[in-house]
Antibody
Framework: EVQLQQSGPELVKPGASVKISCKAS????????MHWVKQSHVKSLEWIGR????????SYNQNFKDKASLTVDKSSSTAYMELHSLTSEDSAVYYC??????????WGQGTSVTVSS | DIQMTQSSSYLSVSLGGRVTITCKAS??????LAWYQQKPGNAPRLLIS???SLETGVPSRFSGSGSGKDYTLSITSLQTEDVATYYC?????????FGGGTKLEIK
């Protein structure tokens, strides 16, 4: 069974960084892209970017190019997203989701990030 | 960036009825279009990919159609468990972009 298990909710201070994890199981981790998606009340669903776990190649939405960094640890089948210089606008639920070359077919349960002093 | 527009942000339909949700892309996306269902507190669930291909386990009352820039998701014989928000998404080009969502409720 394919599963994407994300790390727990985060409460972080403005200006700080946070690193969210997404542990994959039930499939070949290096055989699928891993995407990250932001969901906020303001802008609904936004695609942040994707990483190819096989070689680490990344593709970012220009709107998140300086905000997010995507990495993977193949040894543990885990994808990571680090968000930098957090502001209140970064408060949202963040999802990881896998895909082949097409649609995102499995999603993590989401990680809530709240930015507050 | 390709903009995805769902013209209805809210629809109210009777149980057992039929509903059509529309999605318009700002450019041709060659049927590289997915539909997702999201229930409160849950992650989006992939229903349809390639504009018309139903994912395994999705009830046959769901169907997708369209081409070029214009796409639709249809639900027949509406059930209470279909109450959710539905999003379209194009994956023809990066950045992948989503529609604003259509919230479906029972009348």
């Amino acid at each position: 069974e394919v599963q994407l298990q994300q790390s727990g909710p985060e409460l972080v201070k403005p200006g700080a960084s946070v690193k969210i994890s997404c542990k994959a199981s039930g499939y070949s981790f290096t055989g699928y892209y891993m995407h990250w998606v932001k969901q906020s009340h303001v802008k609904s669903l936004e695609w942040i970017g994707r990483i190819n776990p096989y070689n680490g190649a990344t593709s970012y939405n220009q709107n998140f190019k300086d905000k997010a960094s995507l990495t993977v640890d193949k040894s543990s089948s885990t994808a990571y997203m680090e968000l930098h210089s957090l502001t209140s606008e970064d408060s949202a639920v963040y999802y990881c989701a896998r895909s082949g070359t097409h649609a995102m077919d499995y999603w993590g349960q989401g990680t809530s990030v709240t930015v507050s002093s | 960036d390709i903009q995805m527009t769902q013209s209805s942000s809210y629809l109210s339909v009777s149980l057992g009825g039929r509903v059509t949700i529309t999605c318009k892309a700002s450019d041709h996306i060659n049927n590289w279009l997915a539909w997702y269902q999201q229930k409160p507190g849950n992650a989006p669930r992939l229903l349809i990919s390639g504009a018309t291909s139903l994912e395994t386990g999705v009830p046959s009352r769901f169907s997708g159609s369209g081409s070029g820039k214009d796409y639709t998701l249809s639900i027949t014989s509406l059930q209470t468990e279909d109450v959710a928000t539905y999003y379209c998404q194009q994956y023809w080009s990066t950045p992948r972009t989503f529609g604003g969502g259509t919230k479906l409720e029972i009348k």
